[in-house]
Nanobody
Framework: QVHIVESGGGLVQPGGSLRLSCAAS????????MGWYRQAPGKKRELVAA???????NYADRVKGRMTISRDNANNMVYLQMNSLKPEDTAVYYC?????????WGQGTQVTVSS
């Protein structure tokens, strides 16, 4: 059973930065795929960034160039570095893991970009 805890969210000014952290306990297989999703009020849940154990990454077009996903396999952590944040980035961000598809989800961390 995988346990996931996200942290690092909060209130930030437009143009600012935040780093989200995800601590995931589980087997090597259960956390092979890790990613960040977000859901804003009135919007569909969308994939922000994804990374596999070997390192290949994928990003949503809206965040390319501004956000970077990385993982620390030794500590079972995945991070999302967010720069040049915009009000439209405001959402609840969720960390997800799985063997091939995402089956394990955290509780989410709120990111609010506002003046």
């Amino acid at each position: 059973q995988v346990h996931i805890v996200e942290s690092g969210g909060g209130l930030v000014q437009p143009g600012g930065s935040l780093r989200l952290s995800c601590a995931a306990s589980g087997t090597l297989f259960s956390i092979n795929a890790m990613g960040w999703y977000r859901q804003a009020p009135g919007k569909k849940r969308e994939l922000v960034a994804a990374i596999t154990f070997g390192g290949p990454t994928n990003y949503a077009d809206r965040v390319k160039g501004r956000m970077t996903i990385s993982r620390d396999n030794a500590n079972n952590m995945v991070y999302l570095q967010m720069n040049s944040l915009k009000p439209e980035d405001t959402a609840v961000y969720y960390c997800a893991t799985g063997c091939y598809v995402y089956t394990n989800w955290g509780q989410g961390t709120q990111v609010t970009v506002s003046s």
